[in-house]
């Protein structure tokens, strides 16, 4: 917790000397300095002790002993930033760990977000996608577990073959999108002039505010 703690506020003064803005692959950027959004002391406190929260809930549940107890050859993957191919597509995948289990994988994901009501489906479906790339089973070999460390709680995902292909429909379709405004798509090119102007300068597509921005006010 105290190593956490220690990369969290050298994160955060990094951030609010904009140093991302210099060093943007080796510096963290957090939203609030870069839009220059207030945020209360007991906020960033909070955060900090939500942090602690889930780590000391990551380290006294059974998953970690189970994976301490575990023998190290049934390991397959730990946070390794690894790449498979969907219709021809990259698709990256980083999955927190995996394991043999008889002859399947088993697949966890650690969630620490507050709310329990965001879908993660198709996040869940591309692991199981990379572990049939990777180590050759079938869907219904590959468990995967969404692990909820703010709240203690364990979501399994059943993986099935009708889910898989409703997986690669869903990423060619995603992708198939982005290469519509690309001049080049072998190139990954594009032009400014493939894409809209936003109403105003403080426009955000991408807001996390869902009705009204903090610091400009107005609807998203």
């Known amino acids: 917790v105290q190593r956490a703690l220690v990369s969290m506020r050298e994160d955060f003064r990094a951030s609010r000397k904009k140093e991302y803005e210099t060093r943007p692959k080796h510096r963290t950027g957090l939203f609030e300095h870069a839009y220059d959004i207030k945020v209360p002391d007991e906020v960033w406190k909070q955060t900090a002790d939500h942090v602690g929260k889930c780590l ?99 979501r399994p995902h059943r993986v099935t073959q009708e889910g898989v292909e409703e997986t690669r429909d869903y990423i060619a379709a995603s992708a198939g999108e982005m290469q519509i405004v690309l001049d080049d798509p072998e190139a990954n090119a594009a032009s400014e002039e493939q894409f809209d102007m936003a109403e105003d300068e403080y426009t955000c597509r991408t807001c996390p505010f869902l009705e009204v921005c903090p610091k400009w006010g107005g609807a998203k």
């Open 56 to 154: 000391a809930t990551f380290y006294r549940s059974e998953t970690f002993a189970m994976i301490r107890d575990l023998p190290r050859d049934r390991w397959l993957e730990v946070e390794e930033l690894s790449l498979f191919r969907v219709e021809g597509i990259k698709v990256y995948a980083r999955l927190d760990f995996s394991c043999r289990e008889g002859d399947g994988v088993r697949i966890f994901d650690w969630k620490t977000g507050r709310s329990e009501n965001v879908d993660h489906t198709v996040q869940m479906a591309c692991y199981a996608l990379y572990a049939m790339h990777a180590w050759g089973v079938e869907p219904a070999q590959v468990e995967v577990f969404e692990y909820n460390l703010a709240s203690d709680t364990i």
